[in-house]
């Protein structure tokens, strides 16, 4: 396993469309595992392909909650219901936070890591996980939906968790 860097908002693969994942190759396997790895060490909650210099299909998310850490090939989102507003941050996007409001409920069919077809249900900060990460693979950063003003966070305040 190795860390990738993490790409930052400016550079233009974020604002790329991803392509769907056809096949699990060892390439692939070995990303799952780094992304993994260097979401864990941004202490992050998510990070999707495009973060990471692949424009790919591709998330993983682990909110530290049970059943809540997966690895997410060629998400959808079937369904969604609710609203919650709250600070959102993202990996990409060091040291910032805003305001973004989202469904609180929502349902997503993907693949796993061994290709087979899932569907998985979040609510509060699993569905906004959920729905920023899978905003990634469309080239959308949370700054885009942000109420008011993107917000700089000094070292001393808590920060959201980034995705
Ligand atoms: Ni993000």
């Not at 994942?21 to 202490?43: G, P, Q, S, V």
């Not at 949370?142 to 920060?159: N, P, Q, R």
């Amino acid at each position: 396993m190795a860390l990738r860097t993490i790409r930052e908002m400016g550079d233009p693969i974020l604002e790329k469309k991803c392509r769907p994942i056809t096949e699990m190759t060892d390439k692939i396997k070995t990303l799952i595992d780094d992304m993994f790895e260097t979401m864990y060490e941004a202490d992050g909650v998510g990070l999707a392909g495009p973060q990471v210099g692949v424009l790919k299909r591709i998330c993983v998310i682990d909110t530290r909650e049970e059943g809540e850490k997966v690895c997410l090939i060629n998400p959808v989102v079937i369904e969604t219901s609710g609203e919650q507003t709250g600070e959102e941050g993202c990996l990409s996007v060091p040291g910032r936070c805003g305001q973004v409001t989202r469904p609180d409920h929502v349902v997503v069919r993907a693949l796993n890591e061994n290709m087979e077809e899932v569907e998985v249900v979040g609510d509060m900060l699993f569905a906004r996980a959920l729905l920023h990460e899978i905003d990634h693979l469309d080239g959308v950063l949370y700054v885009t939906k942000v109420e008011g003003d993107l917000k700089y966070v000094s070292d001393e305040e808590e920060l959201p968790e980034g995705e």
